[in-house]
């Protein structure tokens, strides 16, 4: 009888020992899933992108995803999700929608992101936005045809002088820094062009600056390089602090007396309420981008200047930048009463 006591009495602290390791297992396993921070993040990230295949920022999303990936800088890949649109205003309502989503970022560039909300009015701004880092900065370049007539800024100027309204700029969206600076130099030497829009984003307006649909274009160097090589375009203007090694005969806003150029600013946002683990989690991540030896080269290339800026950093230039782009439209009278 005692025998069977003292079995009993075992076989009850062990149900008792497996019953409290099932507890901690359970705790454990519930710990996990009321913190999502700890398998963060769990699927893959979208990349919102407002341009269309080809595009600048597409282009930059899938050196980003691709240096993710192939470094496994994150436990998952980073999608690129193309939603180009009403100057950017299909990308940002994309994104705004989705509150609180840990697992989307947004692309933007300075100018679309801030012009967009103020010249179409729309319910939202930068502020509706979780900034989490800014990655470069760069200028943009003034092209012809080889074959135009147009040597110099100053030819475009005199020509538009006799020829009110009738020359055209090609470019993105009426919101791109391209526009804009098309805009800014219109107004410092009291000109008029047309300015025609490509929803197709630089790919499409470089062909038709070459098929001779419109006069020039203002375009990120990158895509041009290729083309001024092979003689079939011209760059007479470097809308950039100093001039392009590529384009070395290209003169500055600055020395061609057009004024100072307007940059443009690449970096990612998320959605609203976006969570603070995500923000940290991504701003590390993207960090190491940066680093990437792939990366730097890619900025070099392209005549980009590496321009880091911390979620906090990202918020106050955004401050400064929404103030000036409001300036610039009112002074242009394009702000809607």
């Not at 940002?92 to 300075?110: A, F």
């Not at 160097?221 to 290729?226: G, I, K, N, R």
Request: hydrophobic share 40%.
């Amino acid at each position: 009888m005692k025998r069977d006591d003292r079995q009993l009495r075992n076989q009850g602290g062990l149900l008792v020992c497996v019953a409290i390791f099932s507890l901690l297992l359970l705790m454990a396993v519930d710990g996990k899933a009321a913190d999502p921070s700890a398998d963060y993040p769990s699927r893959p990230i979208d990349y919102v992108c407002h341009t269309s295949p080809g595009g600048s920022m597409d282009v930059l999303g899938r050196l980003v995803a691709n240096i993710i990936q192939k470094e496994k800088i994150l436990s998952q890949p980073m999608v690129v999700l193309n939603k180009p649109g009403s100057g950017g205003a299909v990308a940002l309502g994309y994104v705004l929608e989705r509150k609180g989503n840990p697992h989307l970022v947004l692309g933007v560039t300075s100018s679309t992101f801030h012009c967009t909300p103020l010249l179409e009015k729309l319910p939202y701004n930068y502020k509706s936005f979780v900034p989490i880092a800014n990655l470069i900065s760069e200028g943009s370049v003034l092209a012809v045809r080889s074959d135009s007539p147009f040597k110099t800024m100053d030819d475009i100027i005199a020509e538009a002088r006799k020829r009110p309204k009738e020359l055209t700029q090609g470019g993105g969206s009426f919101t791109s820094n391209e526009s804009m600076m098309g805009l800014s130099i219109q107004k410092a030497k009291g000109v008029k062009w047309n300015f025609l829009s490509f929803a197709g984003g630089e790919p499409e307006y470089v062909i038709n600056v070459l098929n001779g649909n419109v006069h020039f274009i203002l375009a990120n160097p990158a895509p041009l390089t290729d083309h001024v090589r092979a003689g079939k375009l011209r760059v007479i203007l470097a809308a950039a602090p100093t001039r392009y090694p590529q384009f070395k005969d290209a003169p500055t806003m600055t020395e061609a007396g057009m004024g100072e150029p307007i940059l443009t600013y690449r970096g990612l946002v998320g959605p609203p309420n976006m969570p603070d683990y995500a923000v940290k989690k991504l701003e590390v991540a993207f960090r190491k981008v940066m680093d990437n030896d792939q990366f730097k080269k890619y900025m070099e290339d392209n005549g980009m200047l590496p321009t880091w800026m911390s979620p906090d950093e990202f918020s106050k230039f955004n401050d400064k930048a929404s103030g000036q782009f409001q300036l610039l439209l009112s002074e242009l009278n394009l702000l809607k009463k």
